[in-house]
Structures are given as structure tokens and as C-alpha cells.
């Protein structure tokens, strides 16, 4: 069963970057597309970025276009969210999940669904505060 661990999370100030990893046990992550979500207090989880088990597509929330980066490492069975120039507004505990094999986010085209996705790890902080 897929089990997946996220890490890399702090405490950083605006303009700041953070790498976060998706770590995988118990399945090859060779065939599994991979998202990233995140929910801040008082607010419902959204995606942020997706990417095909190839990594040959990815799909981006339009606010973090350009500053996060998801790419993977399949000879390490992990996937990463590069964030940077981090804003506040990016407060929120992270999750990754594993692709269902229904989905589709990772083509891109539309908003990342957590319909997608399940196997879901169990989240790291990210506090961006000057």
C-alpha cells in the first residue's frame, strides 16, 4: 500500500524559498502521478501543483505559477515542491497524494482536483511571516 511522507516545511520569511518532499514506501513511484495540496486554516484544500508519473506533465494553481516547480526523482521514490518567492498567502499545511487511476489533473487544462487523488500523506507546515 502507498504511503507517502511529506518533510521540508519551516518557518520562512516573503521572498524566501522552501523545498518540500514527497517520500514514498511500500510502492515504486515509477507510475504514480503525484500532487501537491495545501489548506490553510479556515479554508478548503486546494492544489497546487501535479505532474505525471513520466514527469512529462505538470499542472500549476495559477497563483504559483512560476515561483513552485514540482519535479520527481523516481530512482529515489520522491517527488518535490520547489517554492519560491513565498508570500504569506502561502501559509498552509502541505499534503502530497498519489494519482487514482481515474484522474486526469496532471494533464492540466483545469484546476487540480483532490478527486484525482488518495493516499494522502499527513502534511507539513509552511508559515511564511516577516
Known amino acids: 500500500q502507498l504511503q507517502l511522507v511529506e518533510s521540508g516545511g519551516g518557518l520562512v520569511q516573503p521572498g524566501g524559498s522552501l523545498r518540500l518532499s514527497c517520500a514514498a514506501s511500500g510502492f515504486t513511484l515509477d507510475y504514480k502521478p503525484i500532487g501537491w495540496f495545501r489548506q490553510a486554516p479556515g479554508k478548503e484544500r486546494e492544489g497546487v501543483a501535479c505532474?505525471?508519473?513520466?514527469?512529462?506533465?505538470?499542472n500549476y494553481k495559477d497563483s504559483v505559477k512560476g515561483r513552485f516547480t514540482i519535479s520527481r526523482d523516481n530512482a529515489k521514490n520522491t517527488v518535490y515542491l520547489q517554492m519560491n518567492d513565498l508570500k504569506p498567502e502561502d501559509t498552509a499545511v502541505y499534503y502530497c497524494a498519489g494519482g487514482l487511476e481515474h484522474g486526469s489533473s496532471w494533464y492540466g487544462g483545469y484546476p487540480i482536483s483532490d478527486k484525482d487523488f488518495g493516499s494522502w500523506g499527513q502534511g507539513t507546515q509552511v508559515t511564511v511571516t516577516s
Open positions: 505532474v505525471s508519473s513520466s514527469g512529462g506533465s505538470t
